[in-house]
């Protein structure tokens, strides 16, 4: 059975930084990304990587999260910088065993397998 669980959130001052991990129970995947959900919120995709190893951003978190992934570790990460009070939410790792392709990595339906989350809270 596909298990992801991450680890990695907290309460951090605006400005601070967090690392997420995903450890994924399989190597296979062909589609990972991250998703967040705040109270009273839709989830959306924060940060996703395609079939072909491309990564896609929303824009709300670009050029201040970083999505990558360790296949030897079987763990997908997410570097956030520059943290704001609005980045605070529920974050869940997703994966699929099937191709995805480009921004696709950003939509909740690309994805079968998702972690419990780990919660971030930015804070002063």
């Known amino acids: 059975q596909v298990q992801l669980a991450e680890s990695g959130g907290g309460t951090v001052h605006p400005g601070g930084s967090l690392r997420l991990s995903c450890r994924a129970s399989?190597?296979?995947?062909?589609?990972m990304g991250w998703f967040r959900q705040a109270p009273g919120k839709e989830r959306e995709g924060v940060a996703g990587?395609?079939?072909?190893?491309?990564?896609s951003y929303a824009d709300s978190v670009k050029g201040r999260f970083t999505i990558s992934q360790d296949n030897a570790k079987n763990t997908l990460y997410l570097q956030m910088n520059s943290l704001k009070p609005e980045d605070t939410a529920m974050y869940y790792c997703?994966?699929?065993?099937?191709?995805?392709?480009?921004?696709?990595?950003?939509?909740?339906?690309?994805?079968?397998?998702w972690g419990q989350g780990t919660q971030v809270t930015v804070s002063s």
């Open positions: 997703a994966a699929d065993l099937r191709y995805c392709s480009g921004s696709w990595s950003l939509f909740h339906r690309a994805y079968e397998y």
């Open positions: 399989e190597n296979t995947y062909y589609c």
């Open positions: 990587i395609d079939g072909d190893g491309e990564p």
